[in-house]
């Protein structure tokens, strides 16, 4: 449903006629990458794709699994193979999750052959946003907020580089989408 947006269809379908790669959402863990990508590609009507449910898929294990099994080096190295096959296999909107295009190797191959957006919040947000759901290891072993604080500062260089960027506030997703196409727009 789109209709209490202020964007209309023929908008929507006159941005989407522009967009010939795919989306890829950045961003730290609980901006929102999932959902806001899910309305986003509603709203152009292609597929959506979340990575870290594809790399679960591939690898029959909980990230968590992984990540205890086999350790973070072993993840990002599946992570990039997934984001790579899932770039050239979606012309939609593909949700990565928050390290993804820390990875050099990632982030050239996002930049090159995709839209990257980067998906922007106040870290207060975040650390009420995961604190729902314990499924993310790096929030394990610490207090959230300093471990958010310290991987925001370390990955923001990263971040940055994206071809768009957008601040979600607490608003619905709906408006982050919007925004997003909005920005999309304005950039292509
Ligand atoms: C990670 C973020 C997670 C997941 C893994 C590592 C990170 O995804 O990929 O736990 O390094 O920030 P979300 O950003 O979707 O939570």
Redesign the pocket.
């Known amino acids: 449903m789109t209709d209490h947006l202020a964007i209309d269809a023929s908008e929507i379908a006159r941005i989407a006629a522009r967009i010939d790669r795919p989306i890829v959402l950045v961003?730290?863990?609980?901006?929102g990458?999932?959902t806001v990508g899910r309305k986003l590609a509603e709203m152009l009507e292609r597929d959506f794709i979340?990575?870290?449910d594809a790399?679960e898929n591939a690898a029959q294990r909980s990230?968590?699994e992984i990540?205890e099994e086999f350790g973070e080096a072993y993840?990002r190295d599946g992570?990039r193979r997934v984001i790579g096959r899932l770039i050239e296999e979606s012309g939609g909107v593909i949700?990565?999750?928050?390290?993804?295009f820390?990875d050099p190797e990632t982030r050239t191959l996002i930049l090159d052959k995709a839209i990257a957006v980067w998906i922007d919040t106040d870290i207060d947000i975040l650390v009420e946003r995961?604190s729902r759901r314990d499924?993310?290891?790096?929030l394990r072993n610490g207090d959230p907020k300093e471990i958010l604080t310290r991987?925001y500062k370390s990955r923001e260089p990263f971040y940055s580089q994206a071809q768009i960027r957008v601040k979600s506030e607490n608003a619905p997703h709906s408006e982050a989408a919007e925004a997003i196409l909005e920005a999309i727009d304005r950039w292509i």
């Open positions: 961003g730290l863990m609980g901006v990458k999932s979340d990575a870290d790399i990230i968590a990540f993840f992570e949700a990565t999750g928050g390290g993804a820390v995961t499924t993310r290891p790096l991987l």
